[in-house]
């Protein structure tokens, strides 16, 4: 495959915030940003300057002939992200693997290899940095169906039930979501995980539940804790909050519980706890941070800025036999490569929104490709 055309322009993503749109042979792909992120994470230049550095990197895939994926990641490798952004190489790269896969009359999941269903993780309840409400950052839903629909259409019941309850409970409840799409809430942390608890239980439905606590938001490098609940937690009290709400709340899922430097308070709580501890910050989808001292890891291809770079990291969490959960950002957009990325690369768990046309153009193409 040769690339005949190609063009890079200025879009809005989900919080009107401008991001950039590549299209290459007529095959348009877009990239995400984060709100909550890793000082790890692939560097990113301005808007402007990416539409500028677009036409080089065009002057130099002109010259290739992409024929595979692994063309694809050997073109991505000559590219340097402080030169050129992670997100303008990784905006590219999704056009060269879309384009690719129509000169094969391929879907991109067919190209990538596998299909198998993902349990998706919905979020409920937001707070932290993307909404005011209880610090914890997401408090999400997790279906136990083996049929993916039945698990979107129960989640979607369960998410609409749970605002008429917070209607009644929080008096100060407006109806408003957070920047993914989670009900927004003046319930505190503990008092949001009660009732989500017992919303599931009483009413019977098929769910887990789990949170990303996105401890590195609120750590202080000056007192060297978590300003928390009105108290500095050092280490051991962090680890002592989570397996307490673990436990009263039956959690099968935690996400960032530590900060994004302490690979030995993740051990530690890793070897204390019997649910998914998973690294979002810590590894922030990059080979050369990651450590086997959880039991998952985010996988994030914005985090990295290239294709090769996200399938190097699933391939290495698989050897460290680490469960790779694919997820979306809080500035997103409405392409959905994410999805034929989860089925394609065999990602066992996606998280994403539940609402909102950004987060549920994800949701319905996984639900086109398993039908």
Same mark, same amino acid.
């Given at each position: 495959?040769?690339?005949?055309?190609?063009?890079?322009?200025? =879009?809005?993503?989900?919080?009107?915030?401008?991001? =950039?749109?590549?299209?290459?042979?007529? /095959? #348009?792909?877009?990239?995400?940003?984060?709100?909550?992120?890793?000082?790890?994470?692939?560097?990113?230049?301005?808007?402007?300057?990416?539409?500028?550095?677009?036409?080089?990197?065009?002057?130099?895939?002109?010259?290739?002939?992409?024929?595979?994926?692994?063309?694809?990641?050997?073109?991505?490798?000559?590219?340097? $992200?402080?030169?050129?952004?992670? /997100?303008?190489?990784?905006?590219?790269?999704?056009?060269?693997?879309?384009?690719?896969? /129509?000169?094969?009359?391929?879907?991109?999941?067919?190209?990538?290899?596998?299909?198998?269903? $993902?349990?998706?993780?919905?979020?409920?309840?937001?707070?932290?940095?993307?909404?005011?409400?209880?610090?914890?950052?997401?408090?999400?839903?997790?279906?136990?169906?083996?049929?993916?629909?039945?698990?979107?259409?129960?989640?979607?019941?369960?998410?609409?039930?749970?605002?008429?309850?917070?209607?009644?409970?929080?008096?100060?409840?407006?109806?408003?979501?957070?920047?993914?799409?989670?009900?927004?809430?003046?319930?505190?942390?503990?008092?949001?995980?009660?009732?989500?608890?017992?919303? =599931?239980?009483?009413?019977?439905?098929?769910?887990?539940?789990?949170?990303?606590?996105?401890?590195?938001?609120?750590?202080?490098?000056?007192?060297?804790?978590?300003?928390?609940?009105?108290?500095?937690?050092?280490?051991?009290? @962090?680890?002592?909050?989570?397996?307490?709400?673990?436990?009263?709340?039956?959690?099968?899922?935690?996400?960032?519980?530590?900060?994004?430097?302490?690979?030995?308070?993740?051990?530690?709580?890793?070897?204390?706890?019997?649910? @998914?501890?998973?690294?979002?910050?810590?590894?922030?989808?990059?080979?050369?941070?990651?450590?086997?001292?959880?039991?998952?890891?985010?996988?994030?291809?914005?985090?990295?800025?290239?294709?090769?770079?996200?399938?190097?990291?699933?391939?290495?969490?698989?050897?460290?036999?680490?469960?790779?959960?694919?997820?979306?950002?809080? #500035?997103?957009?409405?392409?959905?490569?994410?999805?034929?990325?989860?089925?394609?690369?065999?990602?066992?768990?996606?998280?994403?929104?539940?609402?909102?046309?950004?987060?549920?153009?994800?949701?319905?193409?996984?639900?086109?490709?398993?039908?």
């Amino acid at each position: 495959m040769k690339v005949l055309s190609a063009s890079a322009r200025k =879009i809005l993503d989900s919080i009107s915030k401008p991001t =950039i749109e590549v299209e290459i042979n007529g /095959n #348009r792909s877009s990239v995400p940003t984060g709100t909550s992120k890793s000082q790890y994470e692939a560097a990113q230049i301005p808007i402007n300057q990416m539409l500028k550095k677009f036409e080089s990197i065009t002057k130099l895939a002109k010259k290739k002939n992409f024929n595979s994926i692994q063309d694809i990641v050997n073109f991505e490798e000559k590219l340097d $992200p402080k030169k050129y952004g992670g /997100n303008t190489i990784l905006a590219f790269s999704y056009s060269l693997l879309k384009s690719l896969s /129509n000169s094969k009359g391929k879907e991109v999941y067919q190209l990538l290899g596998k299909k198998k269903q $993902p349990r998706p993780l919905f979020k409920v309840i937001e707070g932290g940095r993307h909404a005011k409400g209880p610090m914890i950052q997401e408090m999400l839903i997790i279906p136990k169906h083996k049929n993916f629909d039945k698990g979107v259409w129960e989640s979607s019941e369960f998410f609409f039930r749970l605002g008429e309850v917070l209607e009644k409970k929080d008096p100060f409840f407006m109806n408003s979501r957070g920047m993914e799409g989670g009900w927004v809430t003046k319930l505190d942390d503990n008092q949001a995980l009660d009732l989500l608890r017992q919303e =599931i239980d009483e009413g019977g439905f098929n769910l887990d539940l789990g949170v990303d606590i996105a401890s590195t938001s609120f750590y202080s490098k000056e007192y060297k804790g978590y300003d928390f609940h009105k108290y500095v937690f050092n280490q051991e009290e @962090m680890i002592d909050y989570v397996r307490r709400i673990v436990r009263d709340n039956k959690l099968t899922y935690v996400e960032d519980p530590l900060e994004e430097n302490d690979y030995e308070g993740f051990k530690k709580l890793t070897k204390k706890t019997r649910t @998914m501890i998973c690294g979002d910050d810590i590894f922030s989808t990059n080979v050369s941070r990651l450590r086997p001292v959880a039991n998952s890891a985010i996988v994030k291809p914005n985090q990295i800025g290239s294709l090769g770079g996200t399938i190097k990291f699933i391939e290495a969490l698989k050897k460290m036999k680490m469960t790779p959960v694919i997820s979306h950002r809080s #500035r997103e957009t409405e392409d959905n490569i994410l999805s034929h990325l989860c089925i394609g690369l065999g990602i066992p768990f996606m998280k994403i929104g539940l609402t909102s046309g950004e987060r549920t153009a994800k949701v319905n193409e996984l639900m086109r490709i398993l039908k």
